[in-house]
């Protein structure tokens, strides 16, 4: 059973920063994707960052490219999300998930794809 615990979360200004935790533990992860959505209130939770575990191969959202930069830790098995120029856009629920039965070299986007999920932490950018 794979566990996924998020931190990082919390309140910025429009402009800052912020980095997320996802610590991982369960299974051995070298073939699987990891990745952060994102869900706001009345939105469809949407793709925000991927990694291929192994590989270190990434996919990035459009509306996050050149401001988000999505990484892993292999000794810790951690997964992270630097966020910077942070947008009020930004504000969101943010989830770490699993794609467990990825196929290599491919980078889903269907949340539906992924099938084990930490439980969020809020991102808020103020104004």
């Known amino acids: 059973q794979v566990q996924l615990v998020e931190s990082g979360g919390g309140l910025v200004q429009a402009g800052g920063s912020l980095r997320l935790s996802c610590a991982a533990s369960g299974r051995t992860f070298s073939s699987v994707n990891m990745a952060w959505f994102r869900q706001a209130p009345g939105n469809e939770r949407e793709l925000v960052a991927a990694i291929n575990w192994g590989r270190g191969s990434t996919y990035y959202a459009d509306s996050v490219k050149g401001r988000f930069t999505i990484s892993r830790d292999n000794a810790k098995i951690t997964l992270y999300l630097q966020m910077s120029n942070l947008k009020p856009e930004d504000t969101a629920v943010y989830y770490c998930?699993?794609?467990?039965?990825?196929?290599?070299?491919?980078?889903?986007?269907?949340?539906?794809?992924?099938?084990?999920w930490g439980q969020g932490t809020q991102v808020t950018v103020s104004s």
């Open positions: 998930a699993v794609d467990s039965r990825a196929v290599t070299g491919v980078i889903r986007t269907s949340p539906g794809r992924y099938d084990y």
